[in-house]
């Protein structure tokens, strides 16, 4: 695959899909490296005790799996992500799968950044976690 | 319901951190648990022939920085639950192994907004982070929703 440039950038251009299982292990080895070992994100019986379906997926480890998403795009172009927002919507279940995408919705010559819609999707379809990202092309 | 809270807080810097220790290791730990190959940022003779010239963490690396004692102190409360509704990140210098990083925060917004379910505000705070060299490493806006 070729690496993505500025010039060969155009708008509804796509961003995975990548599909990949989250495991609750993963989880919780995210929760270990970060400090955010609490039970919610490590124990099921815990957190339906605080009323959730089942141990949660941190948000900010939604946040890095979406990065990851926009970084792969990225490749060794030497483009830089500038900006990543994001919105969690409805809480993140492991030991499912999930999917991410995107897609380009904007350009812009001036400062040669590229803007995307990016999320992560449930098996039934819902975008639990939204985002947009910049990324920057250096000349 | 009127958003009650003492609008001086916008702005005004409630805490700094002690500068937190970037390890090569916690680098490569974090890039495990989120499943990260790219050589830039978990292979040190393939980052040093890179544009870094060696290993940076990954961007989302800047969202694991915690705040201090202070945070839920001075940030307003709203209604009984308050979630994590997301986060906006600008990234800046990249975080390599041996930084020291530390944390700046402030209010920077409040807001309420009414959906389909009903009356929420947010407030938005924003902590940045700043490495050893005095380089802006990312504005990270944690925006924390409740429900009123």
Known sequence: ?139 | MAVDYDPAIIGRVFETTDPVPVSAEAIATFCTAIGETNPIHVDAAAAQKGPWGGITAPPSFAVTFRNGQHFFQHVPRFGKQGFDAGKDVEFGAPIRPGDAITLTSHVKEVYEKTGRTGSMVFVVVRSTLTNQHGEMVAHVDHKFMSRT
Do not use: C
């Open chain 1, 1 to 139: 695959m070729s690496e993505v440039t500025y010039a060969s950038v155009q708008i509804g251009d796509t961003l995975g899909p990548q599909e990949f299982y989250l495991s609750k292990d993963q989880v919780r080895a995210y929760a270990k490296a970060t400090g955010m070992w609490v039970p919610r994100f490590t124990d099921d019986e815990a957190a339906r005790k605080e009323g959730l379906p089942g141990m949660i997926t941190p948000g900010n480890m939604s946040l890095a799996i979406m990065s990851k998403l926009v970084s792969d795009w990225i490749g060794a172009s030497g483009a830089r992500m500038i900006r990543l927002g994001t919105t969690y919507r409805q809480p993140v279940l492991p030991d499912h799968t999930l999917t991410l995408q995107g897609f380009i919705t904007h350009k812009s010559e001036n400062d040669r950044t590229a803007e995307m819609d990016v999320w992560v999707e449930s098996e039934e379809g819902d975008r639990l976690v939204i985002g947009t990202a910049t990324v920057h092309f250096p000349r």
